[in-house]
C-alpha cells in the first residue's frame, strides 16, 4: 500500500492545536466547505459569463488563428490554416470543442454575427469555471476554507483566462490535474486508488493540447516518483499505459484530420525547443520573465504572492511556479500566456497572506477569525483589500474593454456589412494576424493578409515586415497585379503613408475604429481605419 506523507511544513491556517491529527484531518474535509462545489461553481460560472462578455479587445492572434479559425474551417468548409498547420505543429484537438459549438450554432440557425463573435468565449467561459472551481477546491485541500475563500482572480486572469487560447485550455486542465495528485497534498489518506490515474489523464489531455504542458507534469511526475513507495508501479502501470493511450488516441485522431501520419508533439517540440523556431517572432533576455513578465501578471499581488510563499511553507507548488519560469526562461521567445497554468497557483500564495491577516489575536492567545467575509473586517485587512480592488479592476477594465479593441471592432463591423452585400473582398495591409479573420466576417468572400511564415532561408524577410519597412513601394508593387478589392483594413499609422497611394485608387475613408492609447510593440496603432471603393 502507498506510503502516506505528512505535509513538509505545519500551517497555522491549516491546524487546531486543540484537535487531534484525525480530527484534523475530519475537520478538513468535512466543514472546511462552507460554501458547497456547486454554489462556489454556480458563482464562478456567472463570474466567468460577465468576464467573456466584457472581453473586447485583441490579445493574441492564436486565440484566433489557431483556434477559431480552424474550427470554422471544420465546421463550414473554409477558413485560414497558418503555415503552423502545414508543418503539422498543432494538434486539431483544441479546435474541435470549438468547432463542435459551430455546428450547434449552425444546426441551431444562430450562426449569425453576435453570436458567431460571442459564443466561443462564452463557451470557453465554462471550462475557465471549472478552473476556478479546482481552484478553490485545490485551496480547501491544501490550507482550508480560510485561504480557499480568498483564492482570487486578478486582472491577467479576467483579461486572460476566457479567451479561445489555447494556454487557457491548459490552465484549466493544469488546476484540475494538481488536485489529484497525491504528491502535493498533505493529507493524501482520503485519495483512492484512481486519483492518480486521473490527474495523470487530465494531465496527459493537457500535454496533447498544448506539448509545452510538458515541463509542468514532469517536475509533478519526478516529485511523485520521489515521494511514492511504489515508483514501479507509478512508472509502469500508471504513466506508461495512460501516456501511450492519449498519445495514441491524439496521433489517431491528427491522423484523421491531417490526413497523414503526424506525431504532433514531436514536431511541435522540434520546431520551438530543438531549432528555436519561435525566435522568429521575437526573443527577451533571460530573466524577462522573473524581471517582467510574471511581474506584470501578478501586478499588485506580488507581494501578497511572496508573502504567502514564505508563510505557508508550501516549497512543492512554489517550486513548481520556478520551475516553470525557470524552464521557459532558456526559450528565447518569451510570451505571458506560456507560463499562465502557474498564474492561479501564485494568486492562491496570495489568498494565503490574504487569510493569515484576517486572522486576530483573541486575549488568550488563540487565533480568532472575522465572522464573515463580508462582515466586519480586521481594519489591517480592510487596506490591503481595497488595494488590489483599486489596482485590479481599472486594470482588468481597461485591458479588457479599451486597449487594442479596433481589431475587433473592424470584423465585427464587417461581419455585420457582409450581409448586405457591402463588402465584397478584403485587403489587410497591417502587420499579419492583427484581426481575426473568417471566424468572425463568417461569409466566404475573397480576403488577404500579408503573410509572416518563417521561411527555410535565413535572411528573407516576409511580406508583412517588408510592409511595414515601406509601405508606399509594398503597396505600389502589390497593386499592379492585384484583384482590386472593395474594402482595405489598415493603421493609422501605415494610413498616414498610404493617403496618397488609396485616394489614387479611388478608396475613400468608411470608418475608423479606436485602437490604443499607447504603442505596444510597434510604432502607435491608435486607431484603425477601414478605406472603401468608390463607385462600387
Given at each position: 500500500m502507498r506510503q502516506r506523507h505528512r505535509a513538509e511544513v505545519s500551517s497555522p491556517l491549516t491546524q487546531n492545536s486543540d484537535l487531534s491529527d484525525s480530527e484534523q484531518t475530519e475537520k478538513s474535509h468535512n466543514s472546511d466547505y462552507s460554501f458547497s462545489p456547486r454554489k462556489v461553481f454556480a458563482f464562478c460560472l456567472a463570474f466567468r459569463v460577465v468576464n467573456a462578455l466584457l472581453v473586447q479587445t485583441y490579445f493574441n492572434p492564436d486565440e484566433h488563428w489557431q483556434a477559431l479559425e480552424v474550427a470554422h474551417r471544420i465546421a463550414f468548409g473554409y477558413g485560414h490554416l497558418t503555415w503552423e498547420w502545414k508543418k503539422g505543429i498543432r494538434s486539431y484537438s483544441h479546435p474541435l470543442l470549438f468547432a463542435l459549438l459551430y455546428k450547434v450554432l449552425a444546426f441551431l440557425g444562430l450562426d449569425i454575427p453576435w453570436f458567431m463573435i460571442k459564443a466561443p468565449r462564452l463557451f470557453q467561459s465554462l471550462f475557465s469555471a471549472v478552473g476556478d472551481l479546482y481552484l478553490y477546491k485545490l485551496s480547501v485541500l491544501l490550507f482550508g476554507n480560510r485561504v480557499a475563500k480568498w483564492a482570487l482572480t486578478n486582472w491577467f486572469m479576467f483579461f486572460c483566462t476566457t479567451r479561445t487560447l489555447s494556454n487557457s485550455m491548459e490552465t484549466v486542465l493544469t488546476l484540475v490535474s494538481l488536485y489529484y495528485w497525491p504528491c502535493l497534498q498533505s493529507s493524501p489518506k482520503k485519495l483512492t486508488s484512481m486519483s492518480r490515474k486521473f490527474g495523470l489523464a487530465i494531465a496527459a489531455l493537457a500535454c496533447a493540447i498544448r506539448p509545452t504542458s510538458a515541463i509542468i507534469w514532469l517536475y509533478i511526475g519526478l516529485l511523485e516518483l520521489f515521494l511514492t513507495q511504489e515508483r514501479l508501479k507509478f512508472i509502469f502501470l500508471d504513466v506508461a499505459p495512460i501516456g501511450v493511450l492519449v498519445l495514441g488516441l491524439t496521433w489517431v485522431f491528427d491522423r484523421l484530420m491531417y490526413g497523414s501520419w503526424i506525431l504532433v508533439p514531436h514536431n511541435f517540440l522540434?520546431?520551438?525547443?530543438?531549432?528555436?523556431?519561435?525566435?522568429?517572432?521575437?526573443?527577451?533576455?533571460?530573466?524577462?520573465?522573473?524581471?517582467?513578465?510574471?511581474?506584470?501578471?501578478?501586478?499588485?499581488?506580488?507581494?501578497?504572492?511572496?508573502?504567502?510563499?514564505?508563510?505557508?511553507?508550501?516549497?512543492?507548488?512554489?517550486?513548481?511556479?520556478?520551475?516553470?519560469?525557470?524552464?521557459?526562461?532558456?526559450?528565447?521567445?518569451?510570451?505571458?500566456?506560456?507560463?499562465?497554468?502557474?498564474?492561479?497557483?501564485?494568486?492562491?500564495?496570495?489568498?494565503?497572506?490574504?487569510?493569515?491577516?484576517?486572522?486576530?489575536?483573541?486575549?488568550?492567545?488563540?487565533?480568532?477569525?472575522?465572522?464573515?467575509?463580508?462582515?466586519?473586517?480586521?481594519?489591517?485587512?480592510?487596506?490591503?483589500?481595497?488595494?488590489?480592488?483599486?489596482?485590479?479592476?481599472?486594470?482588468?477594465?481597461?485591458?479588457?474593454?479599451?486597449?487594442?479593441?479596433?481589431?475587433?471592432?473592424?470584423?465585427?463591423?464587417?461581419?455585420?456589412?457582409?450581409?448586405?452585400?457591402?463588402?465584397?473582398?478584403?485587403?489587410?495591409?497591417?502587420?499579419?494576424?492583427?484581426?481575426?479573420?473568417?471566424?468572425?466576417?463568417?461569409?466566404?468572400?475573397?480576403?488577404?493578409?500579408?503573410?509572416?511564415?518563417?521561411?527555410?532561408?535565413?535572411?528573407?524577410?516576409?511580406?508583412?515586415?517588408?510592409?511595414?519597412?515601406?509601405?508606399?513601394?509594398?503597396?505600389?508593387?502589390?497593386?499592379?497585379?492585384?484583384?482590386?478589392?472593395?474594402?482595405?483594413?489598415?493603421?493609422?499609422?501605415?494610413?498616414?503613408?498610404?493617403?496618397?497611394?488609396?485616394?489614387?485608387?479611388?478608396?475613400?475613408?468608411?470608418?475608423?475604429?479606436?485602437?490604443?492609447?499607447?504603442?505596444?510593440?510597434?510604432?502607435?496603432?491608435?486607431?484603425?481605419?477601414?478605406?472603401?471603393?468608390?463607385?462600387?
Open positions: 522540434k520546431f520551438n525547443f530543438l531549432s528555436s523556431g519561435g525566435d522568429y517572432y521575437g526573443t527577451h533576455k533571460w530573466h524577462w520573465y522573473f524581471s517582467q513578465g510574471f511581474i506584470v501578471m501578478l501586478f499588485s499581488f506580488l507581494p501578497f504572492s511572496i508573502a504567502g510563499i514564505m508563510q505557508s511553507k508550501q516549497w512543492k507548488l512554489s517550486g513548481l511556479i520556478a520551475w516553470v519560469l525557470g524552464l521557459y526562461s532558456l526559450l528565447g521567445h518569451k510570451e505571458f500566456r506560456f507560463v499562465l497554468p502557474v498564474l492561479p497557483i501564485a494568486l492562491m500564495f496570495s489568498g494565503y497572506s490574504l487569510a493569515a491577516i484576517s486572522i486576530r489575536n483573541s486575549p488568550n492567545g488563540k487565533r480568532k477569525e472575522s465572522s464573515s467575509v463580508s462582515g466586519k473586517w480586521p481594519p489591517k485587512l480592510r487596506l490591503p483589500v481595497l488595494f488590489l480592488l483599486a489596482t485590479n479592476i481599472p486594470m482588468a477594465l481597461y485591458m479588457n474593454l479599451i486597449h487594442q479593441r479596433g481589431s475587433e471592432d473592424v470584423m465585427n463591423h464587417l461581419s455585420k456589412e457582409v450581409l448586405y452585400g457591402k463588402v465584397k473582398s478584403i485587403l489587410f495591409l497591417m502587420p499579419c494576424h492583427a484581426t481575426p479573420y473568417y471566424s468572425t466576417l463568417h461569409r466566404d468572400i475573397p480576403m488577404r493578409f500579408l503573410d509572416c511564415s518563417p521561411s527555410e532561408d535565413k535572411g528573407v524577410i516576409d511580406e508583412s515586415d517588408r510592409f511595414m519597412m515601406d509601405p508606399v513601394g509594398f503597396a505600389s508593387e502589390y497593386a499592379k497585379n492585384w484583384s482590386i478589392p472593395s474594402h482595405i483594413v489598415l493603421f493609422e499609422s501605415e494610413e498616414k503613408l498610404l493617403k496618397d497611394f488609396l485616394e489614387t485608387h479611388s478608396y475613400r475613408e468608411e470608418k475608423r475604429f479606436f485602437h490604443a492609447h499607447f504603442k505596444v510593440d510597434r510604432d502607435l496603432q491608435a486607431s484603425v481605419a477601414m478605406y472603401a471603393l468608390t463607385g462600387q
